[in-house]
């Protein structure tokens, strides 16, 4: 039996995707999260073998708990379960720990099967990440600005491109503003840009945010 936590902050998508599983005899839903705070509080306090996840919500956000959910879980699979499509987020995520990464387009048995796939401790790669994967191997330096940041500026580079202050974000992550300042530098180089608007822009461009 496949132990699952569904981690999402729409009850309607928690519900469908819980009825959904309870028709395959070797998944259960075991538990469940409305924010990133949630699922890391589920992964402390529930036996689990995959975190189903979704990335944007409330407060503390699915990539914000990922790395926490990591550090106290890292035998759990995480399958992303995204609106967002494959080529923005799939390798900033994989490179940060999930087992998996699929658009919530996808068809419903595509999720079955990454779920029993990530439960046997490997990853789930789908032909559009396959592909992805790739081409970063092979153009190493026609990566996009985003995907040669590292995990933390990843987080705070979205959290400024929404608007959030850097006491804002110190608040979230857990860092001191000065901190956050020189995350703020730093992918600001790395990525060419000059301020927290040309951010936005960016972001909004690459469909990174909505």
């Known amino acids: ?43 402390r306090t529930t036996e689990l073998d995959v975190l189903v996840m979704d990335l944007s919500m409330p407060g503390q956000s699915g990539i914000d708990a990922l790395a926490m959910i990591r550090a106290k879980a890292p035998d759990v699979g995480i399958l992303i379960l995204s609106g967002y499509p494959e080529e923005h987020y799939a390798m900033n995520l994989i490179r940060q720990g999930a087992s998996g990464y699929l658009n919530k387009d996808c068809d419903p048995m595509e999720i079955v099967n990454a779920i029993r796939t990530i439960s046997l401790g490997r990853r789930y790669i789908t032909p559009a990440v396959a592909e992805l994967l790739a081409r970063q191997l092979d153009r190493k330096d026609d990566a996009a600005p985003h995907e040669q940041l590292s995990e933390r500026e990843f987080q705070v580079f979205l959290k400024l491109a929404k608007g959030e202050t850097a006491g804002e974000i110190a608040k979230t992550l857990s860092l001191s503003v000065k901190t956050v300042s020189t995350y703020r530098t730093r992918l600001m180089e790395k990525m060419n840009l000059s301020s927290n608007s040309d951010l936005t822009y960016y972001a909004l461009k690459n469909k990174l945010i909505d």
């Open 1 to 43: 039996m496949i132990k699952i936590g569904i981690v999402d902050d729409h009850a309607i998508v928690r519900s469908g995707l819980k009825q959904f599983f309870s028709e395959h005899v070797d998944l259960r839903v075991v538990g469940e999260a409305a924010t990133g705070r949630e699922a890391i509080e589920l992964v």
